[in-house]
């Protein structure tokens, strides 16, 4: 079982900057992907980025410029770093884990934070 809990989130400008963390508990998870999602009220949960174990990185496309992935592997913990925010990142923002390869879809995330969230405001 892992647990993840997320940090970071908050009120910013347009064109601001948050780190978001997640700290990973309860197993290691030096081989799991690590991934944010973020979703808005009435709209599906959409997949923002996802690191492996290696560090291999994917971005959605709505953020590909402007937000980074990072892990720590000694501290369990994956960061996401999102640079000249747009009104449009408002949202709460979850962090997952998986075994395997990179994916993009929901579902095929085993475990889940509480999520965090994120406004940007105009």
């Known amino acids: 079982q892992v647990s993840l809990v997320e940090s970071g989130g908050g009120l910013v400008q347009v064109g601001g900057s948050l780190r978001l963390s997640c700290a990973a508990s309860?197993?290691?998870?030096?081989?799991?992907?690590m991934g944010w999602f973020r979703q808005v009220p009435g709209k599906e949960r959409e997949f923002v980025a996802a690191?492996?174990?290696?560090?291999?990185?994917a971005y959605g496309d709505s953020v590909k410029g402007r937000f980074t992935i990072s892990r720590d592997n000694a501290k369990n913990t994956v960061y996401l770093q999102m640079n000249s925010l747009k009104p449009e990142d408002t949202a709460v923002y979850y962090c997952?884990?998986?075994?395997?390869?990179?994916?993009?879809?929901?579902?095929?995330?085993?475990?889940w934070g509480q999520g965090t969230q994120v406004t940007v405001s105009s």
């Open positions: 997952a884990a998986r075994e395997g390869a990179i994916v993009t879809s929901t579902i095929r995330y085993d475990y």
């Open positions: 309860g197993r290691t998870v030096s081989t799991a992907v």
């Open positions: 690191v492996n174990w290696s560090s291999i990185r």
